[in-house]
């Protein structure tokens, strides 16, 4: 009898499970399951089929509570981003709101690259009962659904219609997920009749099997290309990406930034690729990065971008280089090695890096790196200025420097939305590699608790004795707190530092800086609110288990940080600060937004003008 005659009856959603069980993945020569498991919001369309496979293996995969589905998606994305995307989470959510509730956390898994499986119930295959609870029907094809919206965010999307299609759909979703050139989130759609029904399916289908993150060589002519574009450079710059960590190039690309003694400027994915004390790091880079390496990047004539998509805040809207510069682009995507007129290098960061080194002696001017190390020297000056405390309100930059001198560092910091990504991203010292997570390709108010709680899964597998702190501002915790509940109940401790600046501050500021007055964002400029009031987070923490209590300025915050850090379970710390006073000023490159082209406002059409002036520096497309 052959293997193919070998077979097991299950049904659809207890093969998936098996499979699953049986997926493994070799890390620094260790082995281990694929799927650290999985968050799920049990209902109707899928508690008693995948429900019930689910429960046979709850040792196996275990199953997180959510307390919100978005939530689950982005505690999935901290805990893939924490394991640099070697392993990854499921989320499973019932037909109709429930699934609904992710295509945002889908969303940011896509724009950030971010493996994440999706288990979704969906509609009757057979349709004899329809129209069922919470179904869409749409009058003109009925086959299609609510969860067809995924099809946008997803890299893989496929929709069970027979339990024999897992054995092709399972394996296609882990390879897209596991390929560094096209990772992202895959969602498969199960009909809850087929949840349930049966097949044989073969035995050798559930065998063990162990994968490995595909290493993509460049190509030979590419190399020659990039080795030929930097032999010219006089000005070179490196711009250090999400992917170089990805790759786990790190060391790589500072050994390579060290022989050839080439500046160093991170992305807002690429913090903690170097530490802040590495005399080649000059900066953060962009809309929300450092006067030092944006006043290298202005000048620069080569650019070896490395692992990064080049998003605007990283690139100014594309005004932050000269329109002379070529690039170099190292990434493993194809879409994203090819823009702006790059010199395309296809292929793996640390092998792309390696080939690079081995054919090149090139070395920087002295002169050129002396001018980006003065140029970071001023930035640090101005950074231990904006961290202190004393004489002026409280501030994010204020708060940011009492953690960084506090934490260890091997703690891992979390930021996503509002005015702390640029905050965490201009001020944080890097202590460590590998230790900053911005959530800034999807900005994504919420992720700052979910995600954090998500890295914290993944880092009590990797480093238990570490702390991940979140930085949230009071808007993005009333949008997604619940996963500090979460957090308690699953014994996964995290430090939460909520800083109250009463409402959208940062909005307000954009909003106030381009001519208009402020409207919506602060809860005191809200015409609907008749008597604005504060909430209080510190009872509403402590309502769902957590330690929390409120401090009045920076230096009662490093007291309570302290406390944080010797508690044993999640501690939340809420600071009031200033709406208006205390932002980072510097180094900000420009950014386009859309301002009105015509207005009766006065001072709107001004902002207006000053703003389009800069758009003259813009390098269109090339």
Not at 68 to 80: I, K, L, R, T, W
Not at 291 to 319: C, H, M, P, Y
Not at 446 to 467: C, F, L, N
Request: aromatic letters at 8%; proline letters at 5%.
């Amino acid at each position: 009898m052959s293997a193919q005659d070998d077979t097991i009856r299950l049904t659809t959603a207890q093969a998936i499970i098996r499979w699953l069980c049986n997926q493994y993945i070799e890390i620094d020569g260790e082995e281990m399951r694929l799927c650290g498991g999985g968050f799920g919001i049990f209902g109707h369309g899928n508690v008693t089929c995948l429900g019930e496979a689910l429960n046979t293996v709850r040792d196996a995969l275990p199953l997180y509570r959510g307390q919100n589905e978005q939530s689950m998606g982005f505690a999935a994305a901290g805990y893939a981003k924490t394991w640099l995307r070697q392993r990854f989470m499921f989320c499973t959510a019932s037909a109709g709101p429930g699934t609904a509730n992710l295509v945002t956390a889908a969303g940011l898994a896509h724009a950030n690259r971010l493996p994440m499986l999706m288990l979704c119930g969906d509609t009757f295959l057979t349709r004899l009962p329809d129209p069922v609870l919470q179904q869409m029907e749409n009058f003109n094809d009925p086959t299609f659904g609510v969860n067809d919206a995924f099809k946008p965010v997803s890299r893989f999307w496929d929709r069970i219609c027979h339990p024999a299609q897992v054995i092709q759909s399972l394996p296609a979703a882990i390879a897209t997920m596991l390929d560094p050139a096209d990772c992202g989130p895959a969602f498969i759609g199960l009909p809850q009749d087929v949840q349930g029904w049966t097949y044989d399916y073969p035995t050798k289908f559930f065998d063990k099997k162990v994968h490995r993150i595909r290493r993509q060589a460049p190509d030979a002519d590419e190399i020659a290309d990039a080795v030929a574009a930097l032999a010219a450079a006089e000005r070179p710059i490196l711009i250090a990406g999400g992917g170089v960590q990805y790759s786990r190039a790190a060391e790589t690309l500072r050994e390579f930034a060290e022989t050839h003694q080439i500046p160093v400027v991170e992305t807002i994915a690429g913090r903690a690729n170097m530490r802040a004390t590495h005399p080649l790091n000059i900066g953060p880079i962009g809309v929300t990065g450092s006067d030092s390496a944006n006043a290298i990047a202005e000048k620069a004539d080569v650019i070896v971008a490395v692992g990064t998509r080049l998003q605007d805040f990283t690139t100014g809207s594309w005004t932050a280089f000269s329109k002379d510069a070529q690039f170099i682009s190292i990434n493993a995507a194809r879409h994203d090695a090819g823009k702006h007129m790059s010199l395309p290098v296809v292929g793996d960061a640390k092998l792309s890096l390696a080939a690079i080194e081995a054919a090149t002696d090139y070395n920087a001017p002295p002169d050129w790196v002396a001018f980006a190390q003065d140029q970071r020297s001023k930035w640090d000056r101005y950074v231990v200025e904006n961290t202190a405390h004393g004489n002026r309100p409280n501030s994010y930059a204020q708060a940011i420097g009492v953690v960084n001198d506090l934490c260890d560092p091997r703690d891992r910091v979390v930021a996503a939305a509002g005015g702390l990504p640029a905050e965490v991203t201009a001020n944080w010292r890097t202590l460590d590699i590998g230790t900053v997570d911005v959530e800034f390709g999807f900005s994504c108010m919420g992720y700052e608790i979910a995600g954090a709680w998500g890295a914290r899964i993944a880092q009590s597998q990797m480093e238990p004795d570490q702390d991940v702190i979140t930085f949230c501002g009071d808007g993005s915790y009333m949008m997604l707190n619940s996963d500090i509940y979460s957090s308690v109940l699953s014994g996964k401790k995290m430090i939460v530092l909520v800083l109250d600046n009463g409402g959208f501050a940062v909005i307000n500021k954009l909003q106030n800086n381009t001519g208009n007055q402020s409207f919506n964002n602060l809860l005191a400029d809200c015409p609907t609110i008749a008597e604005p009031f504060g909430v209080d987070f510190v009872g509403h923490a402590a309502s769902m288990g957590a330690m929390a209590e409120k401090v009045a300025n920076p230096a009662e915050l490093g007291e309570a940080f302290k406390r944080a850090k010797a508690a044993d379970k999640t501690y939340v710390i809420v600071m009031d600060v200033d709406p208006y006073e205390g932002w980072t000023t510097q180094g900000h490159a420009w950014w386009e937004v859309g301002t009105p082209h015509i207005t009766e406002d006065e001072a709107v059409r001004a902002a207006h003008l000053d703003w389009e002036s800069s758009r003259s520096k813009q390098r269109k497309g090339i």
